[in-house]
């Protein structure tokens, strides 16, 4: 390591010595000196490049892995192995298969997964994967190519989204829900139910409406207090989703109006269905008194009034329409209770 000239300028020797055995400089040295500053400013700056990749790896809030075009483990980073929870002595050792193992252990489908490592020669590819502890991966990889396109390898990122699902999920359930009762709520009403329509349309299907109103809520909280007001809508939600389908759904539509919309349901099992609706109903007040959460003169007052309207298929009548038909036979529904009630 020299400074050449005047000192201004930095170069990198070479040297190497030879002694002569014999002859007319027997005893002296050959000196050898070979400029070699190019070659170590070439391995310096990469030296450096290789520092900035891994330091670039360390910091990444991926996984990282890669393999060559056999498969074999070439590198990966300390979130790969914190995320597997694979050992590091296992990554350290180069074991290609017990680490892979560590790998499939986990996953919830690991005959897929190991199917894509060793496809190998597929193009740039992202997909999501599940883990049998319940977290979701978004997994991304592309090949690695030389300088002529030659293909060398692939490189693996892993991302763990558990929790930016969880809070999008929880999110997404605060915005269709209604945060008294759990049931959906009128957004996700008007969010979904030109899509119910239009699939009834298209395979001839009727779709039943039955608008629900809880009878006298206002004067139990007036009375009572909303507590009970509360506790009587979240009882109203419990029984329509205990005796509803899979395929029914339950909204709170305002106030204390409740809507089940039911699929591939005509207006005849609508009408059975409101049965069950009301009875179902009527075994929650009965479990609430026998607990003592709600008096008998209270529950002998509250009831679910029903209406049902129907539509068919192909009829292009404006959904609008149709609630409008369930509310006015849910109002007769209710008339007919009070009439009932006054001539009793």
């Not at 074991?95 to 199917?115: G, K, T």
């Not at 496809?119 to 030389?146: C, H, K, M, N, Q």
């Not at 892993?158 to 759990?182: A, C, I, Y």
């Amino acid at each position: 390591h020299v400074l050449a000239g005047d000192g201004r300028e930095e170069r990198w020797l070479e040297h190497w010595s030879q002694p002569i055995r014999s002859g007319l400089y027997a005893g002296g040295r050959i000196e050898h000196y070979t400029d070699i500053t190019d070659r170590k400013q070439a391995e310096e700056q990469l030296s450096l490049q290789k520092a900035l990749l891994k330091a670039q790896a360390e910091a990444s809030i991926d996984g990282i892995l890669v393999v060559d075009q056999e498969g074999r483990i070439i590198s990966y980073n300390e979130r790969f192995v914190e995320m597997w929870h694979i050992p590091q002595e296992v990554m350290d050792s180069k074991s290609d298969e017990i680490a892979l193992q560590y790998v499939r252990d986990q996953l919830a489908d690991p005959d897929e997964f190991m199917a894509r490592v060793q496809y190998l020669y597929e193009e740039t590819s992202r997909d999501e994967i599940t883990l049998l502890d319940g977290r979701t991966f978004d997994r991304y990889s592309a090949p690695v190519r030389g300088p002529a396109g030659e293909y060398f390898g692939r490189v693996w990122y892993f991302r763990d989204m558990s929790e930016s699902r969880r809070l999008w999920d929880e999110l997404n359930h605060q915005l269709v829900r209604d945060p008294l009762t759990g049931v959906y709520n009128r957004r996700y009403f008007n969010e979904t139910i030109l899509q119910e329509i239009k699939r009834a349309d298209r395979y001839g299907h009727h779709v039943s409406f039955i608008m629900g109103d809880i009878d006298d809520l206002k004067a139990v909280n007036d009375n009572c207090g909303h507590l009970v007001g509360d506790q009587i809508l979240q009882g109203t939600a419990h029984a329509l989703q205990q005796a509803s389908r899979a395929a029914d759904i339950v909204i709170r539509y305002g106030g204390d109006e409740f809507l089940v919309i039911m699929p591939e349901t005509d207006a005849d099992q609508a009408r059975a269905a409101v049965e069950r609706f009301q009875q179902a109903f009527s075994e929650w007040l009965d479990q609430q008194v026998q607990a003592g959460t709600i008096s008998p003169d209270l529950a002998s007052s509250v009831g679910l009034s029903m209406g049902v309207a129907c539509y068919e298929p192909g009829t292009d009548v404006a959904v609008e329409e149709v609630l409008a038909q369930a509310d006015a036979a849910m109002y007769r529904a209710k008339r007919a209770k009070r009439t009932q009630r006054a001539t009793a």
